[in-house]
């Protein structure tokens, strides 16, 4: 993937977070990972600190990290977690707090994460944990963990019954995005993380939405002239709704457009096979076909989403799991309430509500079998 990035040097970004003491600023550049050990020690005043990585992620770029930090002052380890989201679980914590022992962390120290969104995932839980609390900073390395996984505090691990179970909310207090790592980003990690690129136009921005529609082939190749404003735009859509509703008391459900059933997908996939941004994508056209039959949405709205994550390369049809497993799946959601769950459906592209549905509503009956468009619409649903 290498030599995909050409072009004048788009202009740095920064977006903020707006959490009173506790906000941050994304910061968006290219070639900046050399300088990212200044700022960590400028916004933590740590002296030691955990780079925790995956070892492909380590071997491209974890020497220029370490460099960067260990040149700001900070004593630094590195600790390399294995690659894949079956890692993401609590025995993989229980070794993160063994190395940051070893190493001396304290409550002044700082985790630094530097990978996709299983690292920032895994590794921020542990800093939420240890010594009830350590500082966070976040370095992604794909275009899913910059978008989404690395703003907005949600760091958890994952159980047997479902992903996400065992989790926290603890805020970074620096994300750091380097473009330019997404050079070696293999194509198919790089079209999953698109997939929270059109999500966040799909629930939030219909302009953006359109963007990302006219601009599909040049993010593909890299083009930083387009990357970088979308990456910015798609992180400040994150970042708004964080600021507004940092717990997921309300507007932040909206977040969870595709998943309820892509983490369906993830878990009966025994983590494995399926890249989340792939499983999302799945839920998402579901969720476009299901908002159509309730007549939440126009018709054509999930042509139109399916259409635009082809283009990205990303599967759309729900893998052929029996029904009653999807439903056993869903029914250990962690947004459920009682034997309902909240469900973001689509009302149009750009706007997205939360609605409350059974599995058996989300997933109906013959579900696999009809056809894509109009087939089954329910008339006058009550949701």
């Known amino acids: 993937m290498k030599g995909r990035a050409h072009g004048r040097v788009p202009r740095p970004r920064s977006v903020r977070v707006e959490l009173g003491e506790r906000s941050y ?67 993989q914590v229980g070794h993160l707090y063994s190395a940051f022992l070893a190493h001396g962390l304290d409550r002044s120290s700082v985790v630094v994460a530097l990978g996709g969104g299983m690292v920032g995932d895994l590794a921020g839980f542990a800093a939420a944990s240890y010594l009830r609390g350590v500082s966070f900073v976040q370095i992604p390395t794909t275009v899913l ?49 698109f997939a929270e690129v059109v999500k966040a136009g799909a629930l939030w921005d219909a302009d953006f939405f359109a963007r990302v529609e006219r601009d599909a082939e040049a993010l ?14 798609a992180c400040a859509i994150k970042a708004e709704v964080v600021s507004r509703d940092e ?5 932040r459900m909206l977040l969870n457009l595709g998943h309820t059933l892509g983490h369906a997908v993830e878990a009966l996939a025994g983590y494995e096979g399926v890249l989340h941004g792939e499983a999302v994508a799945m839920g998402m056209v579901h969720a476009a076909r299901r908002s159509e039959s309730l007549e939440l949405a ?86």
């Open 25 to 91: 600023p994304v910061r968006l550049g290219r070639g900046t990972l050399g300088e990212v050990g200044r700022e960590i020690e400028r916004r933590t005043k740590a002296s030691r600190a955990a780079l925790v990585t995956v070892p492909g992620v380590g071997r491209r770029y974890a020497a220029r990290a370490l460099r960067s930090l260990r040149g700001a002052g900070l004593r630094t380890v590195r600790i390399d977690v294995p690659d894949g989201d079956r890692t993401k679980n609590l025995e």
């Open 145 to 193: 963990a910059m978008v989404d996984a690395s703003i907005g505090g949600k760091v958890a691990v994952n159980l047997p019954q479902g992903k996400n179970l065992v989790g926290a909310f603890h805020q970074p207090r620096l994300v750091w995005i380097d473009v330019d790592v997404l050079q070696t980003l293999p194509r198919r990690q790089l079209a999953a993380g």
């Open 220 to 233: 593909l190749a890299l083009d930083p002239q387009r990357l970088m404003p979308v990456l910015a735009r």
């Open 247 to 251: 717990r997921e008391g309300g507007l």
């Open 298 to 383: 126009p018709r054509g709205t999930a042509e139109r989403l399916e259409t635009l994550l082809k283009c990205f390369g990303l599967p759309t049809e729900l893998p052929a799991y029996p029904r009653s497993a999807y439903l056993e799946a869903l029914r250990v959601d962690k947004k459920s309430r009682g034997s309902r769950l909240r469900y973001i459906a689509l009302r149009d592209i750009g706007r997205a509500e939360a609605v409350t549905l059974t599995p058996a509503r989300i997933l109906p009956a013959g579900w696999e079998n009809r056809k894509r468009r109009g087939v089954g619409r329910t008339r006058g649903a009550k949701v």
